[in-house]
């Protein structure tokens, strides 16, 4: 049978990866970057710090396996391919909830109009939060394709 278009081992399964490595590096970037430490005493922003940090080695790490199997046209293992999905449903979630707890606290902070957020500091608690959202959608977007692919090995 074909490969699904995105799936592991297909070259949009790698611009997937890729996508997802680009998106969480960047949310890393807005987030740590021209920060005080102060906003590291709000969970979601330690929470999205360390979520990001752990997608980023997983979507670099698997898009060094997409490159291999594209390059190699080898076939997909069942085995390999259960991990891939387990530990992509897992950061997918995560993504998905650092993303809606980073946003509903950047709101909080506008609202309230806090000491905390002068200049355009909030602008990146949102962008960041906005970014880890983007690595969502590319994660499940990921996380679907393999599933559909798994039973057919």
Known sequence: MDKQPGAMGTSAGLALRLGQAIFSVSSLLFMCFGVSFFSYSYAPFCFLVTTMGLVTPWSLGLAMIDTFLVLAKRPNQPKVLSAVILG??????????????????????????????????????????????????????????????????
């Open 88 to 153: 992509d449903w897992v950061l997918s979630v995560l993504s998905l909830a650092v993303s809606c707890s980073t946003a509903s606290v950047a709101d909080y902070l506008i609202a309230s109009h806090s000491v905390y957020c002068r200049g355009n500091i909030c602008l990146r608690y949102q962008l960041s939060a906005a970014m880890a959202f983007l690595t969502w959608i590319s994660s499940s977007a990921s996380l679907l394709f393999n599933l559909w692919l798994l039973p057919t090995l």
